[in-house]
Structure formats: structure tokens, C-alpha cells
């Protein structure tokens, strides 16, 4: 069996220096205290049904999904967990939700993409409502 090659001393020392850099790079991607981000795995109840008006939509960030209204009345909902990078969004303004930590905007109405750099429109869940209260996430 041919003996392999050992790394040189100044081989072994570059990773040393480089896998710190790397890992701080690895960390700019994910949201501080956030690393558990997800959306609904189950319904949820995200209270009352005149809280979301036609052509606004609303933030619940303690569940990561959004639920908008259009003109018609119909709503929508969709996971706040960006597309980019896996961020939980937890910003509205208006209709746009703001990815705090690439900056990627999405329409709180369609969940599509509006600013890079996420490229892929936020999932969908579904929802509804019962006896006036409003139900998103699987099942629902």
C-alpha cells in the first residue's frame, strides 16, 4: 500500500486560519437567536377575523405567517420563513414583508418575490376561518 503524503505544516496552518472566516461567513446567513425558525406545522388560531381588512394583510411573527386580504375579501396565507436564507421576516410595511437579514422583499399578498435576493416566492399555507377567528397552517 502506498504511503500517502502528510500535510505540510504550513497546509495544516492555512485551514486553521481559513475555518474561522468560513464559519463567520456561515453565521451571517442565519438570524441571530433564530435558528429554530419555522412555520406551522399544525393550525394555528391566529385570532379575530376583522383584523385583516380588504387589500391589507397582517404580521403574525410569534407563528411566522403572514394572511392577507385582497379587494375581494379572499385571504391568503403564507410562512414569513424567507426563501433566502431561512430568516424569519418580522417586518410588514404596508404589503411588503422585509427580510431582516438580506434585505429580500416579498408581496404579503401573492408571496412573491419583489427585491432580491431571494429568488423563490414564500410557501403558502392554508387557511381559514371559523365562527370569526382565523385558522392557518396545515390542516387548516
Do not use: W
Not at 104 to 114: E, L, N
Amino acid at each position: 500500500m502506498p504511503a500517502r503524503p502528510s500535510a505540510s505544516r504550513r497546509t495544516v496552518l492555512r485551514g486553521a486560519a481559513v475555518a474561522p472566516v468560513a464559519g463567520l461567513g456561515l453565521a451571517a446567513c442565519s438570524a441571530p437567536g433564530q435558528g429554530s425558525a419555522a412555520a406551522p406545522t399544525a393550525p394555528v388560531d391566529l385570532g379575530a377575523e376583522s383584523k385583516v381588512s380588504k387589500g391589507a394583510a397582517k404580521l403574525y411573527r410569534d407563528h411566522n405567517v403572514v394572511v392577507s386580504r385582497d379587494g375581494s375579501g379572499t385571504l391568503k396565507a403564507y410562512s414569513t420563513i424567507c426563501t433566502h436564507a431561512g430568516c424569519p421576516i418580522n417586518k410588514l410595511q404596508g404589503t411588503t414583508l422585509i427580510c431582516p437579514c438580506h434585505g429580500s422583499q416579498f408581496d404579503a399578498v401573492t408571496g412573491k418575490v419583489v427585491q432580491a435576493p431571494a429568488t423563490e416566492p414564500l410557501a403558502e399555507l392554508p387557511v381559514k376561518t371559523t365562527n370569526g377567528r382565523i385558522i392557518a397552517g396545515p390542516g387548516a
